[in-house]
């Protein structure tokens, strides 16, 4: 079910109350997760969640053991490369013919896969160091891994993060008090960054990369939007995550701290996506050395880690292009001078780094998004699309808002919700929730990160 | 605290209300969420009519500021006589030829005046969803008060029945619609009149419902809302991560050769048939040459391409029967600009290729009717078509 539409708000206004009622919350969390993900999934999706939860579930219990470990690794992964990229590795060899024909044919990627195998793969991993309890029974791991506010996009938590509060739950002794206005205002403040920004800037974004820029300027500012797109659209989904499992007694992680405020590539990974980088850095960048070795080595194991944290957006050589590229900016950074860019400069030289690279992230394949690069930096173009001086306010705009966003995260906006914590407020952030999904979308926009 | 929260509700609405008027500004709507809304009364003709003299949005397919004239039509106001010497055509059509998708100075209908050095009036009577009975009844309502001295009826392929997409066209309780009697005869059905919808917008209550809907975007919101369904997402699912299979099937094409050329299904011939006995009756009546441009087929894949002029030449001998010149818009368009794909005259942003005409498509369709109300002016008319497209 996606989270910004009419039918969501009832079922999870019904599970809020439920919840409330229930001496046992983690019940009612548990079977809302499970209404959540059959509602709108085929058999063959429910089947494989299934298969997932319960092998890894079994195996957490041997995972002490390096070699059960590397098996529950390696299954996870074959799952995740099955669905997700056995044509784009296989291609056309007899293999890649065989798993994407007759049985396997029109086999569709399974909603969440990727959130819920990187999930599964820290927690097994996290099992193993002694990071993370070993969940005791299997429906309470199924929430530990379908915990439904999470579950399709994330944000990736560790077992050590999501346990402990779920088995509070189990035991009856949730939290006693809780900030219901500030769940309240993430939830609104997703739905408005979702259904007002990030829905009204799709078409233009659509436009522009399907039909080509006319010109430099227009390929720019068609970047710069898709890079907020992109931005309102996951952020406004995590936002809505994270207010919605906070209203249910569970805190998870942000997933995003104004990535566009960031004075370098390091600091954009530290504020973008920020669980997805930091499973990236804990699980791949460290094992395979990290900061250690030669600079040669250490910007091997980098631009690799990037490629495959950009592999696991979408089987697309543009994705992986899209990790490249930051891996090879992020080290050009660190070994030479430009890490000594600060301030301003440093803001935005690291703006049209993260601008220019959306746009293979974006374009639909290699030639598209060389072309419309290519644009960008001023050679011909045989786009059709226009934009003006006009828009560059637009996306004045937006960073100013953007801006914004970061003042009202910080103490001072805590303490002002602490003190008009009441229904009064309550009524109107439900109000503003319920018309903003109650206006008909005349654009199909499914929160583009539960395409991954 | 209930009462607070119940307040706090009244206080979000009252927000809303001002945020959407607030989009309204400017240019804002092009881009932001707004509560659009068409103002229309219900009309004893055609079931419901756009008011005179008002304006919304549309934002459909694309965004577009809609204002509709003195007599309710997509058009600039007009007088019931035209200016004297004036030659005056009428375009009758749905919305390929209302085409609300874009400003009226877009239209190809009044492009062709500017591509006519404005001696001629061409007249905007398109509306949306407007098959056959409904451009009949069209003409009824406010075309034969027009003065008009020709007529052009434009015929898109979803509209002339052989498509058989909608079932709208067959359903005479919620527009007008070709109905046989006992008799075999054929005849234009207004049941609508009598359809519960209707009925509710004639009376009291229903007015109050427009009053509201017109001061209020809050209201427009429910009731646009309602009319795309409360569950509308729910019932539409997620979206797939199948492939999909390309395929060349002109299903317009294939519709339209059974209905012109093989002249099935029955019923679908006879609606035909009495349409354009309809056609033939305007032009008697009101001593106008009538003139029908088909606008699909488009011809999209080889096999129907190839078989374009068959299909071209069985439509003209049928309509010659009739007394009635046709002419086909996919084969001026080509003739004007071979190279062109004629499908990319349709559709905005990314579904370029499917739905309405676009700003090219209006600008190419104005020099095909331009030429055709050329053929249709007195002989002494001394004017040369633009023919330079763009793009």
Same mark, same amino acid.
């Given at each position: 079910?996606?989270?910004?539409?009419?039918?969501?708000?009832?079922?999870?206004? /019904?599970?809020? /109350?439920?919840?409330?009622?229930?001496?046992?919350?983690?019940?009612?969390?548990?079977?809302?997760?499970?209404?959540?993900?059959?509602?709108?999934?085929?058999?063959?999706?429910?089947?494989?969640?299934?298969?997932?939860?319960?092998?890894?579930?079994?195996?957490?219990?041997?995972?002490?053991?390096?070699?059960?470990?590397?098996?529950? $690794?390696?299954?996870?992964?074959?799952?995740?490369?099955?669905?997700?990229?056995?044509?784009?590795?296989?291609?056309?060899?007899?293999?890649?013919?065989?798993?994407?024909?007759?049985?396997?044919?029109?086999?569709?990627?399974?909603?969440?896969?990727?959130?819920?195998?990187?999930?599964? $793969?820290?927690?097994?991993?996290?099992?193993?160091?002694?990071?993370?309890?070993?969940? !005791?029974?299997?429906?309470?791991?199924?929430?530990?891994?379908?915990?439904?506010?999470?579950?399709?996009?994330?944000?990736?938590? &560790?077992?050590?993060?999501?346990?402990?509060?779920?088995?509070?739950?189990?035991?009856?002794?949730?939290?006693?008090?809780?900030?219901?206005?500030?769940?309240? /205002?993430?939830?609104?403040?997703?739905?408005?960054?979702?259904?007002?920004?990030?829905?009204?800037?799709?078409?233009?974004?659509?436009?522009?990369?399907?039909?080509?820029?006319?010109?430099?300027?227009?390929?720019?500012?068609?970047?710069?939007?898709?890079?907020?797109?992109?931005?309102?659209?996951? !952020?406004?989904?995590?936002?809505?995550?994270?207010?919605?499992?906070?209203?249910?007694?569970?805190?998870?992680?942000?997933?995003?701290?104004?990535?566009?405020?960031?004075?370098?590539?390091?600091?954009?990974?530290?504020?973008?996506?920020?669980?997805?980088?930091?499973?990236?850095?804990?699980?791949?960048?460290?094992?395979?050395?990290?900061?250690?070795?030669?600079?040669?080595?250490?910007?091997?194991?980098?631009?690799?880690?990037?490629?495959?944290?950009?592999?696991?957006?979408?089987?697309?050589?543009?994705? $992986?292009?899209?990790?490249?590229?930051?891996?090879?900016?992020?080290?050009?950074?660190?070994?030479?001078?430009?890490?000594?860019?600060?301030?301003?400069?440093?803001?935005?030289?690291?703006?049209?780094?993260?601008?220019?690279?959306?746009?293979?992230?974006?374009?639909?394949?290699?030639?598209?998004?060389?072309?419309?690069?290519?644009?960008?930096?001023?050679?011909?173009?045989?786009?059709? /699309?226009?934009?003006?001086?006009? !828009?560059?306010?637009?996306?004045?705009?937006?960073?100013?808002?953007?801006?914004?966003?970061?003042?009202?995260?910080?103490?001072?906006?805590?303490?002002?919700? &602490? &003190?008009?914590?009441?229904?009064?407020?309550?009524?109107?952030?439900?109000?503003?929730?319920?018309?903003?999904?109650?206006?008909?979308?005349?654009?199909?926009?499914?929160?583009?990160?539960?395409?991954? | 605290?209930?009462?607070?929260?119940?307040?706090?509700?009244?206080?979000?609405?009252?927000?809303?209300?001002?945020?959407?008027?607030?989009?309204?500004?400017?240019?804002?709507?092009?881009?932001?969420?707004?509560?659009?809304?068409?103002?229309?009364?219900?009309? *004893?003709?055609?079931?419901?009519?756009?008011?005179?003299?008002?304006? %919304?949005?549309?934002?459909?397919?694309?965004?577009?500021?809609?204002?509709?004239?003195?007599?309710?039509?997509? +058009?600039?106001?007009?007088?019931?006589?035209?200016?004297?010497?004036?030659?005056?055509?009428?375009? @009758? %059509?749905?919305?390929?030829?209302?085409?609300?998708?874009?400003?009226?100075?877009?239209?190809?209908?009044?492009?062709?005046?500017?591509?006519?050095?404005?001696?001629?009036?061409?007249?905007?009577? %398109?509306?949306?969803?407007?098959?056959?009975?409904?451009?009949?009844?069209?003409?009824?309502?406010?075309?034969?008060?027009?003065?008009?001295?020709?007529?052009?009826?434009?015929?898109?392929?979803?509209? +002339?029945? %052989?498509?058989?997409?909608?079932?709208?066209?067959?359903?005479?309780?919620?527009?007008?619609?070709?109905?046989?009697?006992?008799?075999?005869?054929?005849?234009?059905?207004?049941?609508?009149?009598?359809?519960?919808?209707?009925?509710?917008?004639?009376?009291?209550?229903?007015?109050?419902?427009?009053?509201?809907?017109?001061?209020?975007?809050?209201?427009?919101?429910?009731?646009?809302?309602?009319?795309?369904?409360?569950?509308?997402?729910?019932?539409?699912?997620?979206?797939?991560?199948?492939?999909?299979?390309?395929?060349?099937?002109?299903?317009?094409?294939?519709?339209?050769?059974?209905?012109?050329?093989?002249?099935?299904?029955?019923?679908?011939?006879?609606?035909?048939?009495?349409?354009?006995?309809?056609?033939?009756?305007?032009?008697?009546?009101?001593?106008?040459?009538?003139?029908?441009?088909? @606008?699909?087929?488009?011809?999209?894949?080889?096999?129907? @391409?190839?078989?374009?002029?068959?299909?071209?030449?069985?439509?003209?001998?049928?309509?010659?029967?009739?007394?009635?010149?046709?002419?086909?818009?996919?084969?001026?368009?080509?003739?004007?600009?071979?190279?062109?794909?004629?499908?990319?005259?349709?559709?905005?942003?990314?579904?370029?290729?499917?739905?309405?005409?676009?700003? *090219?498509?209006?600008?190419?369709?104005?020099?095909?009717?331009?030429?055709?109300?050329?053929?249709?002016?007195?002989?002494?008319?001394?004017?040369? *078509?633009?023919?330079?497209?763009?793009?």
């Amino acid at each position: 079910m996606r989270f910004d539409t009419l039918h969501y708000f009832v079922f999870f206004a /019904v599970v809020y /109350v439920l919840w409330r009622l229930s001496p046992r919350g983690a019940f009612v969390l548990l079977i809302a997760s499970t209404i959540f993900y059959v509602a709108e999934n085929g058999n063959r999706d429910i089947a494989v969640f299934s298969g997932v939860i319960l092998f890894n579930y079994v195996i957490s219990f041997v995972v002490k053991k390096r070699f059960w470990l590397l098996i529950g $690794i390696l299954f996870n992964v074959i799952v995740l490369a099955f669905f997700k990229y056995r044509q784009f590795l296989l291609g056309d060899t007899w293999l890649g013919d065989f798993t994407t024909t007759g049985l396997f044919h029109n086999v569709a990627i399974p909603l969440g896969i990727s959130f819920y195998i990187f999930q599964a $793969i820290a927690y097994l991993v996290d099992v193993k160091r002694g990071h993370a309890p070993t969940v !005791s029974s299997p429906h309470r791991f199924a929430l530990f891994l379908g915990f439904f506010p999470q579950l399709i996009a994330g944000p990736i938590m &560790r077992g050590a993060q999501l346990i402990p509060q779920l088995a509070g739950q189990w035991r009856g002794r949730g939290p006693k008090r809780r900030l219901v206005i500030w769940g309240l /205002v993430l939830i609104c403040a997703g739905i408005i960054k979702k259904v007002v920004l990030a829905d009204s800037l799709a078409p233009f974004v659509d436009d522009i990369f399907h039909n080509g820029p006319a010109n430099a300027l227009s390929a720019w500012i068609g970047a710069g939007l898709f890079a907020f797109q992109i931005y309102f659209d996951f !952020s406004g989904y995590s936002d809505m995550a994270v207010g919605m499992a906070y209203l249910v007694g569970i805190r998870l992680l942000l997933n995003f701290r104004q990535p566009y405020l960031s004075r370098s590539p390091r600091e954009f990974w530290q504020r973008w996506h920020i669980t997805l980088s930091t499973w990236i850095r804990d699980y791949l960048y460290i094992p395979l050395g990290g900061n250690r070795g030669s600079a040669p080595r250490q910007i091997c194991v980098l631009i690799g880690v990037m490629g495959i944290a950009g592999l696991w957006h979408g089987a697309n050589w543009t994705f $992986i292009i899209w990790g490249i590229g930051w891996g090879t900016v992020i080290a050009l950074w660190r070994w030479t001078p430009l890490r000594h860019l600060s301030g301003r400069l440093g803001w935005l030289i690291t703006m049209l780094i993260s601008t220019t690279l959306w746009v293979p992230f974006r374009a639909p394949n290699l030639d598209a998004a060389k072309s419309y690069l290519g644009t960008m930096v001023g050679f011909t173009s045989n786009g059709a /699309v226009v934009y003006g001086f006009v !828009s560059l306010f637009g996306l004045a705009a937006l960073l100013g808002l953007h801006r914004l966003e970061a003042m009202a995260k910080g103490r001072e906006f805590i303490l002002f919700l &602490r &003190r008009i914590n009441q229904p009064l407020w309550y009524g109107m952030l439900v109000g503003i929730i319920g018309w903003l999904l109650v206006m008909p979308k005349f654009v199909n926009a499914p929160f583009i990160y539960f395409r991954f | 605290m209930f009462l607070q929260f119940v307040f706090g509700l009244l206080l979000a609405t009252l927000m809303i209300e001002a945020g959407l008027r607030i989009t309204e500004v400017g240019r804002l709507w092009k881009a932001l969420p707004i509560a659009n809304y068409l103002p229309t009364e219900p009309d *004893p003709h055609i079931a419901f009519a756009h008011v005179p003299d008002s304006e %919304g949005f549309w934002i459909n397919e694309n965004r577009s500021l809609v204002r509709f004239n003195n007599h309710g039509l997509h +058009d600039r106001d007009r007088t019931a006589e035209p200016p004297a010497g004036m030659f005056r055509v009428g375009v @009758l %059509g749905d919305s390929m030829v209302e085409a609300l998708q874009v400003d009226q100075a877009t239209t190809f209908t009044a492009q062709a005046e500017v591509v006519l050095e404005e001696a001629a009036e061409v007249i905007n009577l %398109g509306l949306s969803n407007a098959h056959q009975a409904v451009q009949i009844e069209r003409w009824r309502q406010v075309g034969a008060a027009m003065n008009i001295d020709a007529l052009v009826v434009v015929m898109s392929a979803v509209h +002339d029945e %052989g498509y058989s997409a909608y079932p709208i066209y067959r359903d005479d309780t919620v527009l007008p619609a070709y109905r046989q009697d006992d008799a075999g005869e054929w005849s234009i059905s207004t049941k609508f009149t009598s359809s519960p919808d209707y009925r509710f917008f004639s009376n009291r209550l229903g007015r109050l419902l427009v009053v509201g809907l017109e001061h209020s975007r809050v209201a427009r919101l429910v009731f646009n809302r309602w009319k795309t369904g409360l569950w509308r997402e729910w019932r539409q699912g997620g979206g797939s991560n199948l492939p999909t299979e390309p395929t060349c099937k002109d299903i317009s094409f294939d519709a339209q050769w059974r209905l012109w050329v093989q002249e099935v299904p029955n019923l679908a011939n006879g609606r035909l048939n009495a349409y354009l006995n309809d056609l033939v009756e305007i032009g008697q009546t009101h001593n106008v040459p009538v003139v029908l441009l088909m @606008l699909g087929p488009l011809y999209d894949c080889p096999y129907s @391409l190839i078989r374009a002029p068959e299909f071209e030449s069985a439509v003209i001998a049928r309509t010659r029967s009739y007394d009635i010149d046709v002419r086909f818009a996919a084969t001026e368009m080509r003739n004007i600009k071979p190279t062109a794909d004629v499908r990319a005259f349709f559709g905005f942003g990314v579904d370029i290729g499917n739905g309405h005409l676009n700003t *090219p498509g209006h600008k190419i369709m104005s020099t095909v009717l331009a030429s055709i109300i050329l053929t249709l002016m007195p002989q002494n008319t001394q004017i040369q *078509p633009e023919t330079e497209i763009e793009g």
